[in-house]
């Protein structure tokens, strides 16, 4: 489990490297603390209020793709449902605040995924825009 990384994996650097050949400048990995959680998104548009998490589709349950383990259920079950419980968890405390969450699964063509990031990105201004959940399957 050690050699598991939690950040910096091949889906979320291919989409911060198409982001920044489309001149979108981020913050990558940034702790956020808000009341009622730490939430660390894989990229953060500060100014904007985006949080964008690029989601693995085993890890996360991907309902399309996840695949269930046949091998010691009883520890890999209850591990991938407290993953999915902690997304919605902090997707909730950044709705809260008032941030706009993208979540992306790592499925998702790059180009489809960076064009999400960038019309979202684009579209909310900086302050007064409602909150919401953007989901790219």
């Known amino acids: 489990m050690r050699a598991i990384k939690r950040a910096v994996t091949k889906p979320e650097v291919a989409l911060r490297s198409a982001l920044h050949a489309r001149g979108l400048r981020f913050r990558k990995d ?21 949080a964008v998490f690029v989601d693995g589709c ?4 991907c309902p ?16 991938l449902a407290r993953t999915v419980e902690r997304d919605v968890a902090a997707s909730a405390a950044l709705l809260a605040a008032g941030w706009t969450v993208v979540r992306i699964w ?28 953007v989901q790219v399957v």
């Open 64 to 79: 399309e793709h996840g695949s269930r383990p046949t091998k010691n259920v009883d520890y890999w079950l209850p591990k």
């Open 106 to 133: 790592e499925h998702v063509p790059l180009g489809s995924a960076a064009d999400a990031v960038v019309s979202v990105t684009k579209e909310r201004p900086r302050e007064g825009s409602p909150s919401r959940l």
């Open 30 to 50: 940034l702790r956020l603390d808000f009341e009622s959680a730490r939430v660390r998104p894989d990229i953060v548009f500060t100014a904007k209020q985006v």
């Open 58 to 61: 085993f890890w996360h349950s």
